[in-house]
């Protein structure tokens, strides 16, 4: 697979950024670092879209179980209710994805920057093309894989990451499809982070040190958001607000 020619179009702003970056900090692990805190900070409203869509869940979660109560007999009556209520409450179970997708292209543009950096950073910027092999912490080359401590570390920010969104997302009881899509987050809250160690084991240490930083970020943005849900919820519960 031609990851220059498929994701060359996102690889390349970002080189532009992390260049920049690089110019600003003079050091390219620094760079990587305000790189993942400034991706992440403009993924933050998405984030805020999510926690926005978990609250409207538990809003709506007794119409829910009234429907499945009454429908209980009948899954296609009770499927074509739900999508009633869903319009009617203006309320899409899919949106707390949102910031998953979108990362997921910006993590393949960065894997294809760092994999090939001599095909998309300007040329004139010859300083970083030579940063990118310098030590960094104990991390002899950004570009090559560390072998496990940095791995490990963005395969354990990555289950607290899954613990705190499990935590803070509300049951969605028999609604259609829920137990699948739970059964699914359980199982990946588990085989995710693995994943990450065993990619993190074969990836630039620089995507790792990426995914490791941005996990930290969300974990401290989720405990931002979440005290801002539980602010939101006390005023709808009081009649003084409305998602």
């Known amino acids: 697979m031609d990851f220059n020619n498929m994701f060359g179009f996102i690889a390349q702003p970002l080189s532009y950024l992390l260049t920049g970056l690089y110019d600003f900090a003079n050091d390219y692990g620094i760079a990587l670092i305000l790189f993942t805190l400034i991706v992440r900070g403009c993924l ?25 109560k009454k429908y209980a007999h009948d899954k296609e009556e009770m499927n074509r209710r739900m999508m009633e209520l869903y319009r009617k409450e ?11 997708l979108i990362q ?7 894997y294809t920057l760092l994999r090939n950096p001599l095909n998309f950073i300007p040329e004139d910027a010859v300083t970083m093309i030579l ?17 496990w401590i940095l791995p490990i570390m963005a395969g354990v920010t990555t289950f607290l990451s899954f613990t705190l969104t499990q935590m803070n997302t509300p049951e969605t009881g028999g609604m259609a499809g829920a137990g699948q899509m739970q059964g699914m987050m359980k199982m990946m809250k588990y085989f995710f982070p693995v994943m990450i160690v065993w990619m993190g084991h ?10 490791f930083i941005g996990n930290l970020f969300t974990i401290g943005q989720y405990q931002i958001l979440t005290r801002w849900r539980k602010k939101l919820k006390t005023m709808m519960d009081e009649g003084k607000g409305k998602v």
Do not use: R
């Open 44 to 68: 933050f409203p998405l984030y805020a879209t999510q926690i926005k869509s978990q609250l409207k869940m538990a809003t709506v979660q007794p119409k829910i179980k009234e429907i499945q």
């Open 104 to 110: 997921f292209p910006i993590l393949i543009g960065l």
């Open 131 to 147: 940063a990118i092999h310098e030590k960094f912490l104990w991390i002899q080359d950004l570009s090559q894989p560390d072998q």
């Open 90 to 100: 203006n309320f899409n179970p899919a949106s707390g994805c949102l910031p998953l």
């Open 202 to 211: 074969t990836f630039p240490a620089g995507l790792t040190l990426y995914w």
